[in-house]
T-cell receptor, first 117, second 115 residues
Framework: DAGVIQSPRHEVTEMGQEVTLRCKPI?????LFWYRQTMMRGLELLIY????????DSGMPEDRFSAKMPNASFSTLKIQPSEPRDSAVYFC???????????????FGAGSRLTVL | KNQVEQSPQSLIILEGKNCTLQ??????????LRWYKQDTGRGPVSLTI?????NTKSNGRYTATLDADTKQSSLHITASQLSDSASYIC??????????????FGAGTRLAVHP
């Protein structure tokens, strides 16, 4: 398996532009997560999907952020409009167990580094 | 206040030496504690996962310990190699009000192994 695949790996955009990050989870994994990592705050959960349904989106910063999972093999994280403070590395992760099982092990993608000028 | 605190923030050691990274947490109750390794420019990779009843778990040259009474964990790296240079992140899985387990991440310890 190719693991969790994220695109783009790097994105540089100007403030106010729309940004779309993409994720393909590992085949057969039914839980998907979007995380944001910054030097100041470390890794923060943005949203958690189970069986394509958003279970916890309490980490989504504000209405400018939205995430979708139209099917089991694809998810997007969209920021519109983007702001400089959104600059971070965004990780997608998946697991074959839902978070009701404490022993799930997340597999992370390589991340998408976003820079908003 | 961060519920998972790691120390030191950064560490430099010479190749071949041992080192120990610390993790203190205040999360209670918790389901399990994990250590992840994150290479520069990559996503975190799981090293170990321990439930509250486990005291120690090894993965090659990595040995994690857990003291659930004092809420402390450590990650010991033996005979360090240049490839051990990375950030090491302590993660606590805790029951959440939504009925599932939430992962709470520490800020990580950045380890640099020099030749």
């Amino acid at each position: 398996d190719a693991g969790v695949i994220q695109s783009p790996r790097h994105e540089v955009t100007e403030m106010g532009q729309e940004v779309t990050l993409r994720c393909k989870p590992i085949s057969g994994h039914n839980s998907l997560f979007w995380y944001r990592q910054t030097m100041m705050r470390g890794l923060e959960l943005l949203i958690y999907f189970n069986n394509n349904v958003p279970i916890d989106d309490s980490g989504m910063p504000e209405d400018r952020f939205s995430a979708k999972m139209p099917n089991a093999s694809f998810s997007t994280l969209k920021i519109q409009p983007s702001e400089p403070r959104d600059s971070a590395v965004y990780f997608c992760a998946s697991t074959d167990r839902d978070l009701y099982s404490g022993a799930n092990v997340l597999t992370f993608g390589a991340g998408s580094r976003l820079t908003v000028l | 206040k961060n519920q998972v605190e790691q120390s030191p923030q950064s560490l430099i050691i010479l190749e071949g030496k041992n080192c120990t990274l610390q993790c203190n947490y205040t999360v209670s109750p918790f389901s399990n504690l994990r250590w992840y390794k994150q290479d520069t420019g990559r996503g975190p990779v799981s090293l170990t996962i321990m439930t509250f009843s486990e005291n120690t778990k090894s993965n090659g040259r990595y040995t994690a310990t857990l003291d659930a009474d004092t809420k402390q964990s450590s990650l010991h790296i033996t005979a360090s190699q240049l490839s051990d240079s990375a950030s090491y992140i302590c993660v606590v899985s805790a029951p959440f009000s939504g009925g599932y387990n939430k992962l709470i991440f520490g800020a990580g310890t950045r380890l640099a192994v020099h030749p």
